[in-house]
Nanobody, 115 residues
Framework: QVQLVESGGGLVQPGGSLRLSCAAS??????MGWFRQAPGKQRELVAT???????KYADSVKGRFPVSRDNAKNTVYLQMNNLKPEDTAVYYC???????????WGQGTQVTVSS
């Protein structure tokens, strides 16, 4: 029943890197992306990528967090570089349904950036 499974979160020091992965257990999905929610804050868009590879980023992560995908595996990645304490949040994977309206959501993975 779980459509999106995330992995790769954890604890890292400032300046470090993490790579998040999210695999969809369905035949095909549309655009995929990542959202995050820090304690006491609203959920915000981090990055999105279409099936054709068009990307969009939040200004706060542009240049640091390249997003990529493998359409054959229905998997999206977020390479998180030069992590900052303000990047600490629960990161949620998102994917658009291909043949219907609506979204799939991952379970969330905790990313903590602290010394």
């Amino acid at each position: 029943q779980v459509q999106l499974v995330e992995s790769g979160g954890g604890l890292v020091q400032p300046g470090g890197s993490l790579r998040l992965s999210c695999a969809a257990s369905v035949d095909i999905v549309g655009a995929m992306g990542w959202f995050r929610q820090a304690p006491g804050k609203q959920r915000e868009l981090v990055a999105t990528i279409t099936r054709g590879g068009t990307t969009k980023y939040a200004d706060s992560v542009k240049g640091r967090f390249p997003v990529s995908r493998d359409n054959a595996k229905n998997t999206v990645y977020l390479q998180m570089n030069n992590l900052k304490p303000e990047d600490t949040a629960v990161y949620y994977c998102n994917a658009k349904r291909y043949f219907a309206s609506g979204d799939y959501w991952g379970q969330g993975t905790q990313v903590t950036v602290s010394s």
